[in-house]
């Protein structure tokens, strides 16, 4: 038009650089935090939502669209038709139903898993180069559901798993002690949620391990009952349900984090959900937390830790309560 064509000289067409496209599919609390998560850090500057509800749909992206200004100038598309997502380097999936009153577990993952035979091959097809994170419950078994439907390689799609789990323990510890929760080193991992397995060896500030300090730390009988500070990461994510009804910012951020260590080729060590047979004397099949390098490439290499046997004997026991429940899914 006039203005365009008076306005500027051009000096090159717009090529597009290698973009650092991300896809979110599932609009819900936990996508729009990690949406914003994504744009607010400057983790990527084009994102596509993609949901079934197409007037919140639209909303949200408008809504985000206007928020250009105080942003670096994002490019925000959303769509419920998965061409949109084209091109994507990660794609997100927070989608998913919540459990209804009476709801067996397995229903449960009957239900998510439906949604994934659908949008698994869709983001896969239109972005076949993607790195995959399933951030929807039940994390550990659906990251299964998406890697068999994905038909990728371990390394392509990983869960958000223990991550926020770890995260939590974490920012507990360094309440307990007054430091920064970044120099509280931690780790939980195994199952995502309420089986979750804390490594008590592992914990430290500056390579000062709280079990050197503390020996019966993890115990039932610790006296200063360290083990509390585990089950308050479980507690909390109850209280948090009954305080606000759900949970979305840290899991948002925790998947933000993760995304940015792929976009960047940090190789960062994450606590993800990951493709775990043949790791710890566990010979199923099944995905569960264990800290992970995370590169480009997704899952480059798995850190082994030190187990204690009753740490070992929890992830066999979740190990196999997952490849149970995984033998009755239809895929
Ligand atoms: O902070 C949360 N909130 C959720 C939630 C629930 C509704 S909206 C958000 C939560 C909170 C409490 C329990 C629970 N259980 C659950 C199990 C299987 C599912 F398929 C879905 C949910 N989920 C989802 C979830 O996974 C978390 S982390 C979490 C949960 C339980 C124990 C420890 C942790 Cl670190």
Not at 89 to 117: F, P
Not at 197 to 220: E, F
Request: hydrophobic residues 40%.
């Amino acid at each position: 038009s006039g203005v365009t064509k008076n306005l500027f000289s051009a000096i090159s067409d717009p090529k597009p650089m290698t973009s650092r496209k991300v896809t979110v599919v599932g609009i819900g609390a936990v996508g729009m935090a990690t949406a914003v998560s994504l744009l607010c850090q400057g983790i990527s500057n084009d994102i596509c939502l993609i949901d079934v509800m197409e007037d919140r749909l639209k909303g949200e992206m408008m809504d985000l669209q206007h928020g250009s200004l105080f942003l670096h100038n994002p490019k925000i598309h959303a769509s419920k038709d998965f061409k949109s997502s084209a091109g994507s380097k990660v794609c997100i999936v927070t989608a998913g139903v919540r459990q209804q009153e009476g709801e067996s577990r397995l229903d449960l993952v009957q239900r998510n898993a439906n949604i994934l035979k659908t949008t698994i091959p869709a983001l896969c097809q239109h972005s076949p180069d993607a790195i995959l994170i399933i951030v929807s419950n039940p994390c550990d078994i659906l990251t299964y559901v998406a890697w068999k439907l994905s038909k990728l390689p371990v390394n392509r799609v990983f869960g958000s798993g223990t991550n926020l789990d770890s995260s939590r323990f974490r920012f507990l510890i360094a309440q307990r002690l007054g430091c920064s929760t970044s120099s509280v080193h931690g780790w939980i991992i195994g199952e995502h949620g309420d089986s979750s397995v804390p490594v008590w060896s592992g914990v430290n500030i500056a390579g000062v391990r709280l079990k050197d300090i503390a020996p019966k730390m993890g115990d039932d009988d610790d006296p200063e009952l360290w083990k509390k500070v585990h089950k308050d990461v479980i507690d909390a994510a109850y209280q948090i349900i009954k305080l606000k009804g759900f949970t979305n910012w840290a899991i948002g951020l925790s998947a933000a984090a993760l995304t940015n260590t792929i976009l960047t080729n940090q190789h960062n060590v994450h606590a993800v959900s990951v493709m775990v047979k043949g790791r710890h004397g566990l010979d199923y099949e099944v995905f569960l937390s264990l800290p992970a390098v995370i590169g480009a490439n997704g899952v480059e290499k798995v850190v082994m830790q030190h187990l204690a046997p009753n740490e070992r004997c929890a992830l066999k026991f979740s190990a196999a309560m997952l490849s149970e429940i995984q033998c009755g899914i239809k895929l």
